[in-house]
């Protein structure tokens, strides 16, 4: 009997969570805890981290970087996405925006590092360099990797300075290495 109310609490449990919402219509509101670009004229460098969407999020985070230049009125953010390997596009990819913090499928991000100032100013164009480089631009594989959590991992072991340290749930993280000196031009 014990086995049969398990079995079903388990089962509610799948089904309430892979059913919660359509991709297509899931929330990517922002979340309102990224700088206004408009007010915020430093430069700022912020990574953040949402639960990846329906029941992957159980176990893993996407993770995605922004960045914004002294006076800049909006922030360029670097992300990882597989399903644009699909439309033979590039997993990595930059896109312009006031609001970096958007909700990712639904789930909420969580900030994980946040840099404002000269030591942001200084670090930018190290990003942008290391992001040029990064050898897994036409690669994804959920797990091991690369994926959307190898990227932020990757830039932080080229830029030491950001002090970056992904969470556990940050599957894929570990597939960046040291060893890794492959150049890629990105584009």
């Not at 300075?161 to 890629?184: C, W």
């Amino acid at each position: 009997m014990k086995h049969i109310a398990v079995v079903m609490i388990l089962s509610l449990v799948a089904i309430t969570a892979c059913s919660n919402t359509d991709w297509r219509t899931a929330s990517r509101e922002p979340a309102g805890i990224a700088p206004d670009p408009v007010i915020e004229k430093s430069a700022v460098i912020e990574v953040y981290a949402a639960d990846a969407f329906s029941w992957r999020g159980w176990f893993a985070v996407h993770t995605w970087v922004a960045t914004k230049g002294i006076d800049d009125d909006e922030y360029t953010v670097y992300e990882v996405v597989g399903w644009r390997l699909n439309r033979g596009l590039p997993a990595l990819y930059s896109y312009q925006t006031a609001t970096p913090d958007r909700y990712w499928f639904g789930a909420k991000p969580k900030k994980l590092l946040s840099i404002r100032g000269d030591k942001a100013a200084r670090l930018i164009p190290q990003i942008e360099q290391s992001v040029a480089r990064y050898p897994w631009r036409d690669q994804y594989t959920v797990f091991p990797g690369p994926n959307s959590n190898t990227f932020p991992a990757w830039l932080a072991i080229q830029v030491p300075e950001l002090e970056l340290e992904l969470p556990f749930s940050a599957i894929g993280s570990g597939y960046a290495s040291e060893d890794t000196t492959a150049t890629v031009p990105y584009q």
